[in-house]
């Protein structure tokens, strides 16, 4: 068989791209091997690509995530076989549990190479299958196109879904087709009278209720419609936990979370008797604990679906508003003047502070802070209006990467990674691409040489006293890691600041200068 794929032919591999540039899908975060060496040839025949290589496919399948919140279109990624995936996959379950839409190729050997067991052998549609809404095996170079336009329709259906395409060499190799078209992208579903009612009814009846929020409902459309129904009715106002994506700070309506902590998400749900859900589920702890309950709300309280997380909220939150009559309620919007810089000691209150005076406008931020930033809404609340992206599967170093991808889809906005530096060393890799792209992405790394969040969780699962052993497992020195050093390593200058005024000169230098820049924050 003569490997094809001369200048002469379209391959396989370049019907593909072509059809993902035609279809709008034109950044490709990157990572390949040889059974993707045709895509890789491909990208110089085909105008209009961005490909973007990440070091670990970490980084890869994060910042395909962090791209799709903040462009609101899928990317796609390019893995190598099974093991490739795998790397990415802790990603894509964060992606998934995101709502954020990726078109995957996953490189495979050529058909007829995989009855020989070669190493790089596996079963990649059981390896993909939990993660993706969609999967497909291209069965011949003539079937790319289409089996690509149906991925990317896949990725966009309403909020995102993971779509992932697996690429035998040589259906990348062999004769292809032209492009072919994407079909038009789903639209959310409308919510319907009956819901609506519902939750009106709910808020007249004047019994204690609350809305909350996830989802495109946080947004500052969305929000705006949710303060006026909620100054009109008198009910409360919450967002989940972790949420993909949040518009806050001045002017904005501004809105808590219900907390991580178990006991506190009892106290702050508690005596509710309604809780209206906008995309959002009745809400659950994090983990299991000895003695503590799963679900959070008291056990009296009813949920409503408003709607659901595919569904259109913001019709759906017009139309409550007007069911309730709250059209001309003015919406409690943040009007307070950002905060004072913190001076003294570095503390997590002081480091929120001095968050909140200095976040630039329109800036994102990406959150991995787990314990340091786990205050850091409050002292933000009145900022300059900004995005805020968070965490939403659990599975840390999606920081770093969420970052670089959001600084890819908006290069005109600052990111700021807030991140902690256990969470950080899974996926550092992604400094060395924001180096290589010029992504303005200032990283604030909490350096506490800790995994901190679990010396607590140690003690909240009931394991009893850590000994030495034990302890040594949540801790991060003996050697201390030296964050500037592997910024530096990587092209991202940054230095490293151990009071409060030195972190506000090298925050303040971080944002005024375009870039990638690493603050190392020693408490
Ligand atoms: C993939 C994955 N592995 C392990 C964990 C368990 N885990 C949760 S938080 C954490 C440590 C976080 O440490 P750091 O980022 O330094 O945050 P700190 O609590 O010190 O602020 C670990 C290991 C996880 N959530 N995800
Ligand atoms: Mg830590």
Redesign the pocket.
Known sequence: MGAKGGDDIVNGAESLVRTLVEGGVDVCFANPGTSEMHFVAALDRVDGMRCVLGLFEGVVSGAADGYYRMSEGPAATLLHLGPGYANAA?NIHNANKAGSGMVNIVGDHATYHRQYDAPLTSDIETLVRPNSHWVKTSPDAKSIAADGAAAIAAARTPPGQIATLILPADTAWNEGTGPVAVPPAAKRAAVGSGPVEEAAKVLRSGEPAMLLLTGRALRADGLALAGQICAKTGARLMAQGSNARTQRGRGRVALERVPYVVDQALKVLDGLKHIILVGSRMPVAFFAYPDKPSLLHPKDCQGHVLCTLEEEPIGALEALAEAVGAQRTPAPVVNELAPLLATGKIEPMALGQSLGALLPENAIVVD?????GRGFFAPTQAAAPHDWLSNMG????MGLPVATGAAVACPDRKVVCLE?????M?TLQALWTQAREGLDVTTLL?S?R?????KGELANVGAGNPGRKALDMLD?SRPDLDWVGLAKAMGVPGAKVTTMEEFNRRLGEGLATPGPYLVEVEF
Do not use: C, K, R
């Open positions: 802790a991995e802070a787990v314990t340091t659990g599975s840390i170093g902690g530096d256990g969470s950080g899974y909490f506490n800790t995994y901190q969040i679990l991060l």
